[in-house]
């Protein structure tokens, strides 16, 4: 059975830095791209980042480049979110989520359609 877990969310202050994981199993995790959402109370979910199966493509949405980074370690089924000059904006529930297709298109589908999901790991950033 296939299982994302993530953790690291925390509470924080206003330009400090957290760094999320999310550890798979149960399928070919360096098969998959892998991505972060979030979802901030009253809010939909929203894309913030993803990472190609073997890390040579990377995105990120507009409010979080050049202070989140996502990276992946296949060896330990694990991809990671390194969030930096956290925001009060930034605060919401994290989501990881795995699918098979190319990471161009990860955060341009509906998040339904993405084969897996992790439980959520919630960050909340005081000002």
Do not use: H
């Amino acid at each position: 059975e296939a299982q994302l877990v993530e953790s690291g969310g925390a509470l924080v202050q206003a330009g400090e830095s957290l760094r999320l994981s999310c550890v798979a199993s149960g399928f070919s995790f360096s098969e998959y791209t892998l991505g972060w959402f979030r979802q901030a109370p009253g809010k939909e979910r929203e894309g913030v980042s993803c990472i190609s199966n073997n890390s040579s493509g990377t995105y990120y949405v507009d409010s979080v480049k050049g202070r989140f980074t996502i990276s992946r370690d296949n060896a330990k089924s694990t991809v990671y979110l390194e969030m930096n000059n956290l925001k009060p904006e930034d605060t919401g529930v994290y989501y990881c989520a795995a699918d098979r297709i190319r990471y161009d298109y990860y955060l341009r589908v509906p998040a339904t359609y993405l084969n897996y999901w992790g439980q959520g790991t919630r960050v909340t950033v005081s000002s």
